[in-house]
C-alpha cells in the first residue's frame, strides 16, 4: 500500500513543488524592481486563488466519478465522463475568459490596492487570464488524467511549463544587460517590461502547458476521449455536478474568503502587503507533501469505492493519516527553523524580513494539524462526500477567520501578526471538525454497519 501511495503521490509532490519554484522565482525576480512592485503582483493573488480553485472544485466532481467508473472496471462509462469534462472545459474557459478580462480594472480597486500600484496591478492581471481557456484544460485535463491513476503525464507539462515561465521571466522583466560569467563579460538580452514582462511569460507557459496537456490526454490509452461526442450527458454531468457542486460553493467560498482577508491585510501599507504575500509564497513550498497526498487518497479511495473494497479502504486510511502528519510535521518543523533566511530571498527590507518571519513561524506550528484536514478531506472526495467539507470550510474561513481578522484589524488596530493568528485557529478549528467526521465513519460508503 505505501508502495502505491508514494507513486501516485511523488509526481504530484514533483509538480507542485516545481510550481512553488517558479513562484519562488517569479516573486524573487519581481522583487527585486522594489516593494511597490512586489505589492503590485501580490495585490491580485487571492483572486488567482478564486478562479484557480473554482475550476479544481469543478474538476473534483471528474475525479471522484472516473476513479470510481474506473475501480468497478467500468472503461467505456469512464471515458464518456472524459469526453463531458472536455465540454465543461470548453464552457468554463470561455466564461471565465471573458469575467477576468472585463473586470481586470476593477479587481485592484476591489481589493484595496494603494491607488499608486492600481495600474500596474490591473495590466498584470488582464495579460495573466488572456490564455484562460488553455490554464482550464491544464486544470480540468490534469485531474482526469490523475483520476486514471496517471500523475507523470500532468508532472512533466508542469515541468514543462515553469521552465518555459523562468526562461521567459528572465527575457521580459529585465531590461539588456551585462553579467560576468566564469570570467567572461556576456550580453543578455532584455526588454525590460518589469511587472508586465513577468505577466507576459507567465500567459505564453500557460498557452504551452493547455496545448500539451490536451494532447496528452488525446493520446491516452485508457481514457482518451478521441471519437466520443461532446454533447451534454445528464447521466454522467448530474452525479459529477453533484459532487462538485458543493465543493465548489466551498472553494469560491473560502476562496472569496481569502480575498477579504487579503484585502483586508493590503488595508494595512505596503509593508504589511508584501510580508503577507511573501509569506504565502514561502508557505506554499511546504504543503506540498499534504496536497501530494491528498490527490492520491482521493484517486485510491474513488477505485476502492467503485470495487467495493472494505479491506482495501481500512489498510489505504490506516496507512494515509500517519504518514501524512508525520510529513507535515517535517515540512513545519523546516519552515519554523528557515524562515528569515526565505523571507530574506525576497525582500532586503528589515521590516518585510520580521514581519514575513514571525507570521511563518506562527503557522509552522500548526501544519501536523492542517495535514490531517487536508488528507480525511481527500478521502472524502474521492468517495464522493463534499457536503460535509463545504460546511466545515465556510464556517472557520467567515466565522473565525475574516470576523476574526476584522475585529482585530479594524475595530482594534492590530496589524498582520493577529490576522495570521485568526488564520491559524481557522486550521485548528477544520482540524477538530475532520477528526469528529473521521472518528463517527460516516465519511465511509464501505463502513460496517
Same mark, same amino acid.
Given at each position: ?6 507513486r ?23 522583487? $527585486?524592481?522594489?516593494t511597490e ?5 501580490g495585490?491580485t ?32 462509462t ?6 463531458q469534462?472536455v ?8 466564461l ?5 478580462l472585463?473586470? $481586470?480594472?476593477y479587481?485592484p ?7 499608486a ?5 490591473a495590466?498584470?492581471?488582464f495579460?495573466?487570464?488572456? &490564455?484562460?481557456?488553455?490554464r ?6 490534469g485531474?482526469v488524467?490523475?483520476? /486514471?491513476g ?6 512533466? @507539462? ?10 521567459l521571466?528572465?527575457?521580459f522583466?529585465? &531590461?539588456?544587460?551585462?553579467? $560576468? ?13 518589469? !511587472? ?9 507557459a500557460?498557452?504551452v ?6 494532447? /496528452?490526454?488525446?493520446?491516452?490509452g ?9 454533447? &451534454?450527458d445528464s ?7 453533484? @459532487? ?11 476562496s ?19 510580508a ?5 509564497? @514561502?508557505?506554499?513550498?511546504f504543503?506540498i ?12 479511495a ?15 486510511? /490506516? ?13 513545519g518543523?523546516?519552515?519554523? !527553523?528557515t ?27 500548526s ?5 490531517f484536514?487536508?488528507? !480525511? ?6 468517495v ?8 466545515y ?6 466565522? @473565525?477567520r ?17 490576522a ?9 478549528l477544520?482540524?477538530v ?17
Amino acid at each position: 500500500m505505501i508502495g502505491i501511495i508514494w507513486r501516485l503521490a511523488w509526481p504530484t509532490m514533483l509538480e507542485q513543488l516545481m510550481q512553488t519554484a517558479v513562484q519562488y522565482i517569479d516573486t524573487a525576480m519581481v522583487g $527585486s524592481l522594489g516593494t511597490e512592485a512586489t505589492a503590485a503582483v501580490g495585490a491580485t493573488t487571492t483572486v488567482n486563488w478564486l478562479i484557480n480553485s473554482s475550476i479544481s472544485a469543478l474538476g473534483v466532481g471528474f475525479l471522484s466519478f472516473i476513479a470510481q467508473a474506473l475501480g468497478a472496471r467500468q472503461r467505456d462509462t469512464a471515458r464518456r465522463a472524459v469526453a463531458q469534462t472536455v465540454l465543461m472545459t470548453l464552457l468554463v474557459g470561455t466564461l471565465f475568459t471573458v469575467l477576468t478580462l472585463s473586470l $481586470s480594472g476593477y479587481i485592484p480597486v476591489w481589493m484595496q490596492a494603494d491607488p499608486a500600484i492600481r495600474k500596474t496591478a490591473a495590466e498584470y492581471f488582464f495579460i495573466l487570464y488572456l &490564455p484562460m481557456l488553455p490554464r482550464t484544460a491544464t486544470i480540468l485535463f490534469g485531474t482526469v488524467l490523475r483520476a /486514471a491513476g496517471d500523475t507523470k503525464a500532468p508532472m512533466k @507539462v508542469g515541468v514543462a511549463v515553469n521552465l518555459i515561465n523562468v526562461a521567459l521571466n528572465f527575457l521580459f522583466i529585465y &531590461p539588456t544587460r551585462t553579467v $560576468s560569467l566564469f570570467g567572461w563579460e556576456v550580453t543578455l538580452f532584455g526588454t525590460g517590461w518589469g !511587472v508586465i514582462g513577468a505577466a507576459i511569460a507567465s500567459a505564453i507557459a500557460f498557452t504551452v502547458g493547455g496545448v500539451c496537456i490536451t494532447a /496528452a490526454l488525446w493520446r491516452h490509452g485508457e481514457v482518451s476521449p478521441r471519437g466520443l461526442s461532446l454533447r &451534454p450527458d445528464s447521466s454522467i454531468l448530474r452525479p459529477c455536478l453533484k @459532487v462538485a457542486l458543493p465543493n465548489m460553493l466551498q472553494r469560491f467560498g473560502t476562496s472569496l474568503g481569502y480575498v477579504a482577508f487579503a484585502s483586508l491585510i493590503n488595508a494595512l501599507g505596503d509593508v504589511a502587503t508584501a510580508a503577507h504575500t511573501i509569506a504565502n509564497t @514561502v508557505e506554499s513550498a511546504f504543503y506540498i507533501p499534504g496536497y501530494g497526498m491528498q490527490t492520491a487518497a482521493a484517486t485510491l479511495a474513488g477505485n476502492a469505492c467503485g470495487a467495493r473494497d472494505k479491506a482495501g479502504m481500512r489498510r489505504m486510511t /490506516a496507512r494515509f493519516i500517519p504518514l501524512e502528519i508525520g510529513l507535515m510535521a517535517v515540512s513545519g518543523g523546516v519552515l519554523f !527553523v528557515t524562515a528569515p533566511w526565505l523571507v530574506s530571498l525576497f525582500s532586503d527590507s528589515p521590516a518585510v524580513i520580521t514581519l514575513g518571519t514571525t507570521v511563518l513561524r506562527m503557522v509552522a506550528v500548526s501544519e501536523p494539524f492542517y495535514g490531517f484536514s487536508i488528507i !480525511v478531506e481527500g478521502l472524502m472526495m474521492g468517495v464522493g462526500k463534499t457536503r460535509a467539507p463545504f460546511v466545515y470550510n465556510l464556517l472557520g474561513m467567515w466565522a @473565525v477567520r475574516i470576523v476574526g481578522t476584522y475585529l482585530c484589524t479594524t475595530l482594534y488596530s492590530g496589524g498582520l501578526i493577529s490576522a495570521w493568528a485568526c488564520m491559524i485557529a481557522h486550521n485548528l478549528l477544520l482540524f477538530v471538525l475532520f477528526l469528529i467526521t473521521y472518528l463517527r465513519g460516516r465519511w465511509n460508503p464501505l463502513r460496517e454497519p
